[in-house]
């Protein structure tokens, strides 16, 4: 099976909060990713748009696949965790949106800092839109690597 087909297929399992909210993912590489999220009764807000919750899981999820493509080799072995988001809602939004991910450096160049440094920080940049292309959120988190503890 193909790495990302297997990040993939795990995540839903490692992160239960996002796959009950309805995130979808879609794609993933190296450093990069979308998912998905369609509206439904759960994820709605009191102006029956998309919930700012639900836009906020969204994008945490497709920037922790993102990060999870730049770690394929070695991601048994690592503990990344989102130590800091902040979201910019530029749009109401309704119906199903799309989130794509992509990680301020790329996977080589992390790797290296990674094994240079046992440890690495970056960003991930986040743009959700809606079925018609526009975004509706933008969306920065700041992801903290490091290996696992025994």
């Known amino acids: 099976m193909d790495p990302y087909e297997m990040i993939k297929a795990h995540l839903g399992k490692a ?13 993933i590489g190296d450093g990069v990713a979308t ?17 700012a ?3 906020f899981t969204l994008g945490e ?3 922790g696949a ?11 072995q690592m503990r990344p965790v989102a130590a800091m988001a902040e979201i910019t809602y530029r749009k109401f939004a309704q119906g199903t949106l799309v989130a794509t991910a992509t990680t301020s450096r790329g996977g080589s160049e992390l790797l290296a800092a990674l094994k240079a440094d046992g440890k ?3 960003e991930v940049m986040i743009d959700i839109r809606n079925a018609e292309g526009e975004t509706v959120v933008e969306m920065k988190v700041n992801w903290y690597v490091s290996p696992t503890r025994n």
Not at 18 to 26: D, I, P, Y
Not at 66 to 76: D, F, K, N, R, T
């Open 53 to 55: 919750g639900a836009m």
């Open 15 to 27: 992160v239960p909060y996002a796959t009950h909210t309805g995130v979808e993912l879609l794609e």
């Open 66 to 76: 993102a990060v999870a493509g730049i770690l394929a080799p070695v991601i048994s």
């Open 120 to 122: 690495v920080s970056f």
């Open 61 to 63: 999820a497709a920037s």
């Open 35 to 51: 998912a998905r999220l369609t509206q439904r009764p759960e994820t709605e807000n009191h102006i029956k748009g998309q919930h």
